[in-house]
């Protein structure tokens, strides 16, 4: 449960971290899960302030974040019990145990926009704008659970010399991958909340995200020493799946933009509601 990091290129000091934040009637609440809700609620409380610019009310974003937060776990965990199941078919226990790790990203991420398209047919909203607001929410959580792998000292790339490497429990330095898909995701969560004010057309937030996180995802992915494969193969299935999203969604908004075939989105950002005021 604890473990020591340490940056040697940049400082002598050790960190001494114990994935264990809390215990509860004797429950240990570990630190991963606490980073985990806290960037839930974070973009909750995010996408409830922004839903009227997005055409949609607080009550839709709560009914949303209900239903697709546990849909969210539960792709995660069949997507990475999917693609290990060469042990978890001799250990069918294990496959619950959701605290002994094991979440992916793209299973939580389909099964989440899954369980959104769902509920905006029958609670009768436009599909569109709830993907645009879920993005922003998304990548700006992830910024914030990332910090999860840092205390279960998961998630680290290959060997490094680079100055800011990270030692574990003494080892030799390897790239802190969680770092940097931590600070990708907050710079596109930045940039994607400022051109949200001047978004085109319903959707592309959420084309714009996709391909920034996955262009990101794919190279991050490739330090990795962590990844899932493809089979016997040497593909890296994130990898694979984040260069698919990157070129696909970043073709599909440049040919929009190039040849205005798209419907101008209605809705004003609310930081320019104010300027629509004045006038």
């Avoid at 709830?130 to 998304?138: C, R, S, Y």
């Amino acid at each position: 449960m604890i473990n020591t990091v340490s940056f040697p290129g940049l400082s002598d000091a050790v960190f001494t971290l114990n994935r264990v934040a809390f215990t509860v009637f004797g429950q240990d609440i570990m630190w991963y899960g606490v980073l985990i809700a806290t960037g839930f609620m974070l973009a909750g409380a995010y996408a409830v302030r922004h839903a009227h610019s997005y055409g949609l009310d607080a009550d839709f974003i709560m009914d949303l974040l209900i239903f697709g937060l546990p849909s969210a776990v539960i792709g995660a965990r069949i997507y990475y019990v999917a693609n290990k199941w060469d042990y978890y078919s001799q250990n069918l226990s294990e496959i619950l145990n959701i605290r002994g790790g094991g979440l992916a990203f793209y299973g939580g991420f389909i099964a989440g926009f899954a369980a959104g398209i769902i509920l905006c047919k029958v609670k009768k909203r436009k599909i569109l704008p709830t993907m645009d607001i879920a993005a922003l929410g998304f990548v700006q959580a992830q910024a914030i659970g990332r910090w999860g792998n840092f205390v279960n000292c998961e998630a680290f790339g290959g060997v490094t010399s680079l100055p800011w490497g990270m030692s574990i429990n003494g080892g030799s330095p390897v790239h802190p991958t969680f770092l940097y898909e931590s600070l990708w995701n907050a710079l596109g969560f930045a940039i994607l909340h400022h051109y949200s004010k001047r978004r085109k057309f319903d959707g592309e937030i959420f084309l714009l995200y996709m391909a920034w996180y996955g262009f990101g995802r794919m190279i991050i992915e490739g330090l990795r020493s962590d990844s899932l494969y493809m089979g016997s193969t040497d593909i890296r299935i994130s990898q694979l799946l984040a260069f698919i999203s990157f070129v696909t969604c970043l073709s599909i908004w440049i040919y929009k933009i190039k040849t205005g075939k798209y419907t101008p989105t209605q809705f004003i950002h609310p930081d320019n509601q104010e300027k629509e005021n004045d006038k």
